[in-house]
């Protein structure tokens, strides 16, 4: 980054509280780094968002980009086509990764363990929306403003990578923003070195507290519809997201999440969450 931004207060306070939110999770590793990227994504008002490894940084090699798991808000065809690519081992048919490849290696080489650039930073617009995977790949998935976050992780030439996007059309992603993802990525280094992406985290069981009386259990205080939207929200899901998957609008779960948080007696998600993860 040319100029360094610094994380405002509320910015540290977001971060922190979706940290917390993420280690009281009690889900498997990759649902908690989906749980981030999806908090992420809210944060920065991006759309999508990969976790990944890339190797070759540090030889002259074909780059090799390993998706770890990705979470957004995209359409099946949209998904389609950002999946294909993913999936595939020509990563180096998009044009800004050599040159993030480039200036990666080069920290890499001066000892440098950490490093983020947005779009501008890494092409011009002329020769990006001429390019066949742009308009191949990024157009037909509705994506297209991003940064690239890379750091050295504990395995030789192996970078822990993560992208974010936004929508085609949107503006770039600014140095505050990139901050706020730099912090979350390096916050995720214990999600992200674990032995096996899909292995569930290893919980210490909870000490038994005496037992007294006490209300019943949360969810046992809600109806069957305000019981599946709060097991969503838990999970990482956007109220939006949550709607689609119940079947319900937008506008509906929206009043549902509000005669929760009155039962309940919390005022925000972080809270609700937290209450629900105590019992």
Not at 41 to 63: C, E, M
Not at 248 to 265: C, E, P, Q, V
Request: aromatic residues 6%; contains cysteine.
């Amino acid at each position: 980054m040319s100029r360094r931004a610094t994380l405002t207060a509320a910015d540290a306070a977001r971060l922190v509280s979706l940290a917390l939110e993420a280690c009281e999770l009690h889900a498997a590793r990759i649902e908690r780094i989906k749980f981030v990227l999806a908090g992420l994504n809210r944060l920065v008002g991006t759309r999508f968002a990969v976790a990944s490894h890339y190797r070759g940084i540090a030889q002259d090699a074909p780059l090799q980009l390993e998706p770890i798991v990705a979470d957004g808000e995209l359409l099946a065809s949209e998904a389609a086509a950002i999946g294909f690519y993913l999936a595939q081992g020509d990563h180096e048919s998009d044009p800004s990764l050599p040159v993030f490849r480039r200036q990666l290696n080069s920290r890499y080489l001066r000892g440098e363990k950490n490093h983020i650039a947005n779009k501008p930073m890494l092409i011009e617009p002329r020769p990006w929306y001429t390019h066949d995977h742009v308009l191949d790949v990024r157009k037909n998935s509705n994506i297209d403003e991003f940064a690239y976050s890379g750091y050295e992780g504990t395995t030789p030439n192996l970078i822990h990578g993560l992208s974010v996007h936004r929508a085609w059309g949107e503006r770039a992603l600014n140095t505050r923003e990139l901050a706020i993802i730099q912090a979350a990525h390096m916050g995720m280094r214990r999600l992200l070195e674990g032995p096996d992406p899909a292995a569930p985290i290893a919980q210490t069981p909870p000490t038994a507290p005496p037992a007294t009386p006490g209300p019943p259990p949360v969810l046992g205080r809600l109806t069957p519809q305000q019981r599946r939207l709060t097991e969503l929200l838990v999970a990482g899901k956007s109220v939006k997201q949550a709607a689609a998957l119940m079947g319900i609008s937008t506008l509906s779960a929206g009043t549902y999440l509000r005669a929760i948080h009155r039962r309940l007696g919390v005022t925000s998600r972080a809270e609700l969450v937290a209450l629900v993860l105590k019992r």
